[in-house]
């Protein structure tokens, strides 16, 4: 597609309407909005009949606790069981559950449903062994590799809550996230294939349990060979122990409030907060939402989410929604650009993929790297191409449509969050139009306003802050051993009502337009990042004495960190290599994503009399604007101070 073609397409087609002929073939009709806004909770028990219970509910809501929810109250299923042994009961065992595909070219493994069942029953049978009990907490670090998976759905088959901590993470994260959830035993590897080449995850594992005396056991799957150190009596190979299991075992069904996970994420302040995700409600709102916001059609779709499974995008689309509905995935391990930058387009191409979902940072990572790499590989086997995680802007969307979706695929940009579990607002293919940068309207069942500060709901054609009026069945349960908190977070800023933490707008036809994030949480890449988590990280290190970071509009990343930092007088000038330690000490504390972009050594942080750091200002240097008003400021020469050391040599790398 050429530039000018491009360019064509942004100004003259803002609206594209659904392809004929699907609206006939889709799974969810027009008609599904108005149903479920006659009855929403018929509509979701509706839902609810699609997956196997063991005892069916009494009721389907259970809201006068508010906002402490329960979904499905009285019913009784397993979360395991519905995502496997009754595909295989029902006669489709051979039918290919993941296409999982290695980062060295070749390196690929089909797992079908009836494989997937032995092999979850053995890992249940293991970490029984292992001594695990129903609700205890197993934490998960692994690569993108089957046994990740497995060992997810064994914890929900026992009805042990997992914890999955993204491979990406350091040490450290992962310490503090089995101290908060209190995990026992943790399930590992070897390492990974990331970039061409074996990278480790067993060091990091074993440097967090010297701060961890209570987890008792190590389980760890062998991926990549690599030496190891081992800890006798605590660390036990996958292979070893999981391979000599029956694959038999019983499931044992558990209360739809039972916990099924808990994922931390981001918050404004300092500490990671352990989203609480429990079953029934969970399994009912992925599951539905992957049926009809892809439209699948189990039998002949190839579904690809590409992403991690350490975020929530992973545990809904790659593994509960995809499963409960019996559907064949691919799953990939490795990075886009190894061995070439058209990998992924090789991946559709071999696997036949027909339905992508992917974020528009990676979609704008693809638009630099130019057309001609899509191009030379076949993807007529798609039909439809989904988005989420951050904005996606127009050229991206349009690009994706054009140059991946062949101007065929309807895209579906989905908003949703770690907290609502499932996707929320999004259209659906068939009956929404989709218009470039617009998640268009709430799915049906969900309850979405923009309101103003008073909390009043804004017309079309204003802005404000995105709320959800009802509860929804994947909605998060609590913040992990903190209710106050959950309550004060999501449910006190407008009463009654949870606050997403998103900017949005509504267009002159009411539909919805996504604006990112109106608190101190930073979207890079589409991964949610504190501001303030990665200032404690900065302040934490012995040569820095105050920092502030900000997201500054990034065009692949979306935002990018960038870091504001005084130096304590002992540390002099800190030194020449100050920037490199101070971003390697980011990545120890938190990982490698939080890497601050740039680090700027400021003489002062501009600050208002009440001692609150102007981020605003901050922004405007950083994405090297014009500073804003600095009336407010206790000292106005502070940006003067700041603007001429932005003359100097930036530090970025
Ligand atoms: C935040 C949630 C949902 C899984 C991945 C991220 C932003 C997400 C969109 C979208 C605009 C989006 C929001 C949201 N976001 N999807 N389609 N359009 N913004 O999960 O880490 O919990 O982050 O991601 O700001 O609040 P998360």
Redesign the pocket.
């Known amino acids: 597609m050429s530039q000018e073609t491009l360019s064509n397409l942004l100004h003259e087609r803002r609206r594209f309407e659904p392809p004929a002929g699907l609206a006939s073939r889709a799974n969810v009709t027009a008609d599904a909005y108005a149903e479920a806004e006659r009855d929403p909770l018929a509509f979701w028990e509706k839902a609810a009949e699609r997956l196997s219970w063991d005892t069916r509910w009494e009721r389907v809501l259970d809201w006068d606790d508010a906002p402490f929810a329960k979904w499905f109250v009285g019913g009784r299923l397993n979360a395991a069981y519905n995502c496997v042994d009754r595909h295989v009961e029902a006669g489709r065992g051979d039918k290919v559950a993941y296409h999982w595909v290695g980062e060295p070219p070749g390196d690929t493994r089909d797992i079908t449903y009836a494989e997937l069942k032995d092999e979850v029953c053995r890992a249940a049978n293991a970490l029984v062994e292992l001594g695990v009990k129903t609700g205890d907490r197993v934490a998960i670090y692994m690569p993108m590799i089957p046994e990740t998976v497995i060992a997810m759905l064994a914890c929900a088959r026992i009805g042990a809550p997992h914890t999955v901590v993204f491979g990406g993470f350091s040490s450290q994260a992962l310490v503090d996230r089995i101290h908060d959830c209190d995990a026992r035993v943790v399930i590992t590897a070897d390492g990974g294939y990331r970039r061409g080449a074996p990278s480790a995850l067993k060091p990091a594992v074993d440097a967090a349990l010297r701060h961890c005396p209570d987890v008792r056991s190590v389980l760890v799957a062998k991926r990549t060979g690599q030496d190891v150190d081992w800890t006798e009596g605590r660390d036990v190979w996958w292979d070893d122990l999981v391979g000599r299991q029956s694959t038999e075992h019983t499931p044992e069904a558990f209360d739809a409030e039972h916990p099924l996970y808990v994922m931390y994420?981001s918050g404004t302040t300092g500490r990671p907060k352990g989203i609480l995700h429990t079953t029934g409600g969970y399994l009912v709102g992925t599951s539905w939402t992957h049926w009809a916001v892809f439209d699948l059609k189990a039998d002949e779709d190839v579904f690809w989410t590409a992403a991690d499974i350490g975020?929530?995008?992973g545990h809904s689309y790659i593994v509960y929604g995809p499963l409960a509905n019996g559907a064949t995935s691919v799953m990939y391990e490795g990075t886009p650009d190894t061995p070439h930058k058209g990998r992924w387009w090789e991946i559709i191409q071999e696997q036949k993929v027909t339905i992508l979902y992917c974020?528009p940072t990676a979609i704008r990572t693809f638009m630099k790297w130019g057309t001609d790499i899509p191009a030379t590989f076949d993807l007529s086997s798609l039909r439809l191409i989904g988005?989420?995680?951050?904005?996606?802007n127009p050229e991206a969307y349009i690009w994706y449509r054009e140059a991946i979706g062949g101007g065929r695929c309807p895209v579906v940009?989905?908003?949703?969050?770690?907290?609502?579990g499932q996707i929320m607002?999004s259209p659906l293919p068939g009956v929404t139009a989709g218009k470039p940068g617009s998640?268009m309207k709430a799915l049906p069942g969900v309850s979405a306003l923009v309101v103003d500060e008073e909390g009043e709901p804004v017309g079309p054609g204003s802005g404000g802050y995105l709320v959800l009026t009802d509860p929804w069945p994947a909605m998060l349960r609590t913040i992990w051993g903190d209710d106050e908190r959950y309550r004060e977070t999501y449910w006190s800023r407008f009463p009654g009502r949870y606050f997403?933490?998103?900017g949005a707008k509504l267009d002159e036809d009411g539909d919805v337009w996504?604006l990112?994030?109106v608190d101190d949480?930073m979207?890079v890449a589409?991964?949610?990042l504190s501001t303030t988590e990665i200032e404690s990280a900065l302040v934490s290190h012995p040569k820095v004495a105050e920092a502030a970071v900000v997201g500054a509009n990034d065009p692949e990343t979306g935002q990018a960190v960038n870091a504001f930092v005084i130096l304590r007088e002992s540390a002099g000038d800190g030194g020449p290599d100050v920037v490199k330690e101070l971003r390697d000490h980011v990545a120890k504390e938190i990982g490698p994503i939080a890497k601050p972009r740039a680090i700027m050594v400021v003489p002062e942080l501009p600050k208002t009399r009440s001692g609150k750091i102007m981020r605003r200002l901050l922004r405007d240097v950083a994405e090297h604007r014009e500073v804003g008003d600095v009336t407010t400021l206790a000292d106005s020469s502070v940006m003067d101070l700041i603007k001429e050391k932005e003359g100097q040599a930036p530090a970025e790398d």
């Open positions: 994420t975020w929530v995008t974020a988005s989420v995680g951050e904005p996606i940009d989905t908003w949703w969050q770690t907290e609502t607002i998640a997403a933490g998103d996504l990112g994030r949480v979207n589409g991964h949610r």
